[in-house]
């Protein structure tokens, strides 16, 4: 493998933790409703789990209201049912053929705590930054031992693969404020 190719690949697997954190605090509720919330709830279908999105259509009623509208008429109580003994809080109410999910309002306690949680989930997420640094290093320092690359060329990639962690922790914390920020606004 190249240098060229330790530090893309680095850079690929950064961006994919950073994605996985981006749609972990999608799931991090604040005080308005999101439908990706319900994403992480398994409904029985045929005998077999499957995600919420794979049986019903979720859609934004208004800000504090998600819509789900089941695929078919007989997945309504099994929808309901698996929302409600879900560890998210919610309280599901059938309207017809729609389900009504109304996002309860947070309390300042509840915000403080969604917030610990949304930090928690930066702190994985910048360890797992740091360790594909550390393997990006180590995969350099092979190639200089067999022989493949000088130590110049070392020493050049490990401060661009530190650049590139430098960027890529101050993305998270950028996400990450974000993320705060949307759960004290309320």
């Known amino acids: ?14 961006n994919a933790s950073l994605e996985a ?3 972990n605090l ?11 919330l319900l ?22 009623l208004d800000a504090r ?12 109580a099994k929808i309901e049912k698996a929302i409600r003994e879900s560890d998210l809080g919610l309280n599901p109410a059938s309207q017809g053929d729609l389900i009504r999910v109304p996002i309860p309002a947070m309390t300042e306690e509840r915000r403080k ?8 989930e930066g702190e994985h997420a910048k360890v797992a ?6 393997d990006a290093n180590e995969a350099v320092k092979k190639l200089v031992k067999d022989k493949l690359a000088s130590e110049d060329d070392e020493r050049r990639s490990t ?13 998270v914390d950028k996400v990450i404020a974000s993320k705060e920020q949307d759960l004290m606004a309320f």
Request: hydrophobic fraction near 40%; proline fraction near 3%; aromatic fraction near 4%.
């Open 1 to 14: 493998m190249a240098l060229s190719e330790i530090k893309k690949n680095a850079e690929h697997k950064m």
């Open 21 to 23: 954190l981006k749609n």
């Open 26 to 36: 999608a799931k991090v509720r604040t005080g308005r409703a999101n439908p990706q």
């Open 39 to 60: 994403d992480t709830i398994q409904v029985e279908y045929w005998g077999s789990m499957v995600p919420m999105s794979q049986v019903a259509n979720l859609t934004l």
């Open 65 to 76: 209201t998600i819509g789900v509208a089941p695929w078919e008429k007989g997945m309504g």
């Open 113 to 120: 705590e969604m917030t610990k949680v949304v930090r928690g």
């Open 129 to 134: 930054v740091r360790n594909l640094r550390r």
């Open 159 to 171: 401060e661009e693969i530190q650049k590139l962690t430098d960027r890529m922790i101050a993305e």
